[in-house]
Nanobody, 113 residues
């Protein structure tokens, strides 16, 4: 069974940066796509960024130009570099694999002054 463990969340001021990590037990190369999602309380989870095995990245419009998804296959880790954060980026961030769907437990990001 695959386990995904996210980390790197925390409290940051508006305009600040954070880098999230998602470590996959058993490796990440087996998955065609790795996603980062986020969830605000009482809202549905929305996808934020995705990265294919071939290195193709896509971003939702609200984070394009501010967030960067990347991977280190040797470390079985996918990253989400988040810059110029705003209060609207506050939420729990999760990584997910595809096509075998596995979710991590999430890491909380709070953007507040």
């Amino acid at each position: 069974q695959v386990q995904l463990v996210e980390s790197g969340g925390g409290l940051v001021q508006p305009g600040g940066s954070l880098t999230l990590s998602c470590v996959a037990s058993g490796g990440i190369l087996r998955f065609d796509v790795i996603y980062w999602y986020r969830q605000i309380p009482q809202n549905q989870r929305e996808w934020v960024a995705r990265l294919t095995n071939s290195g193709f990245a896509l971003y939702t419009a609200s984070v394009k130009g501010r967030f960067t998804i990347s991977r280190d296959n040797a470390k079985n880790t996918v990253y989400l570099q988040m810059n110029n954060l705003t209060s609207e980026d506050t939420g729990s961030y999760y990584c997910k694999t595809w096509p075998d769907e596995n979710w991590g437990q999430g890491t909380q990001v709070t953007v507040s002054s």
